[in-house]
């Protein structure tokens, strides 16, 4: 007999529906990920109690943890489905995998969320490299190896979420842009052309919501996929800000 284990998914029709749980069972196979799990349930939904349901709604797109789409609440931790093995999380969880949206972004269905408020971030700190046209302008700027070095890890950010997840400032009571936007804005800071804009940055960041409503709770760099250094980076932004400031006041 194949051998199966139970998957509880918080489901929520649309936006001002109540929350409810729903239980499945899931025939294993060797190598699951949790988007396989879903694919699973949308295939049959029907609860342990034999009730025919919907299938759960949930986003995916890469299925190799670059996309940043798929990221939920699994078994209390934030992270991504398509990287969620199923052997490790019966280990951790008994034989039961919870499944929960995220809960800092407005949810759309079941485990799908709203991710705007970390765009509106990004374009707040604009993060990105200004261009005069699509022409050819010649060679930009020499990358050193150095700055390549700090660059690439920032630059790997999917814009998951799971740092704001973690964080406890980033929410929509609170106008913290989070640590992701910061970590941005520092990467962009840093290139050579983009640092054109590098002032206009740093007056975003030493607004409300900036670099002084971090708590420096860290807990973002733990839950970060692609191991960001987040936590350099805010440091990076807290020195970065106070020469800014100290700039301002002495008029230069």
Excluded at 25 to 39: F, P, R
């Amino acid at each position: 007999m194949s051998k199966s284990f139970q998957v509880k998914v918080m489901r929520q029709e649309k936006p001002s529906s109540n929350k409810h749980w729903e239980t499945f069972d899931i025939t294993y196979e060797n190598g699951m990920n949790m988007t396989t799990v879903l694919q699973r349930i949308a295939a049959a939904p029907v609860t342990t109690d034999h009730q025919t349901t919907t299938p759960v709604a949930f986003d995916a797109c890469c299925l190799e943890e670059v996309c940043g789409a798929c990221t939920m609440v699994i078994n209390g931790r934030v992270r991504q489905a398509c990287s969620a093995l199923v052997d490790k999380l019966l280990d951790e969880s008994a034989g039961v995998i919870e499944l929960r949206p995220m809960t800092k972004f407005p949810v759309v269905r079941d485990l799908t969320v709203n991710r705007r408020a970390m765009f509106d971030t990004l374009k707040k700190v604009k993060a990105w490299v200004h261009v005069d046209g699509y022409h050819d302008v010649g060679p930009g700027p020499r990358v050193s190896p150095k700055q390549q070095d700090t660059a690439y890890p920032l630059s790997r950010c999917m814009t998951c979420g799971c740092c704001v997840e973690a964080c406890p400032q980033f929410s929509d009571k609170t106008s913290f842009i989070g640590p992701a936007a910061i970590s941005q804005a520092m990467l962009f800071n840093a290139h050579p052309t983009g640092s054109n804009d590098r002032d206009d940055r740093l007056a975003v960041l030493t607004s409300v919501g900036g670099i002084a409503d971090c708590g420096n709770s860290q807990n973002c760099v733990k839950v970060c996929p692609k191991e960001i250094p987040l936590t350099d980076s805010i440091a990076q932004a807290g020195r970065d800000t106070t020469f800014y400031k100290l700039r301002q006041w002495f008029g230069r």
